[in-house]
């Protein structure tokens, strides 16, 4: 698959979410964020973008910890995204 295929995909998964909140959130993770990634924090976003909202939200609003290391990083960056 061609990067630019993958990307789309992804972006896919990341705006049509059954949450507007985590909508919102992916997809300004992924413009704003996801183009500087280190390739491990980049499999790990791919990770928890493939997550049900209902696993997702609770992570990404702190009321649950991750418990993967890697994924645990790109939750933080998560948190501090601001949507407006």
């Known amino acids: 698959m061609e990067a630019s295929e993958a ?5 896919w998964r990341c ?3 059954a ?7 992916l997809g300004k ?13 980049a499999a790990a976003f791919v990770v928890l973008a493939d997550l049900e909202d209902l696993e997702l939200w609770p992570l990404v609003n702190g009321s ?21």
């Open 15 to 17: 705006t049509r979410r």
């Open 29 to 41: 993770f992924l413009d704003e964020i996801f183009p500087a990634l280190t390739p491990q924090q």
């Open 64 to 84: 649950q910890e991750c418990d993967d290391v890697s994924q645990a990083e790109v939750v933080a960056m998560l948190r501090r995204v601001r949507v407006k």
């Open 19 to 25: 949450m507007l909140e985590t909508d919102l959130l």
């Open 7 to 11: 990307l789309n995909k992804l972006r």
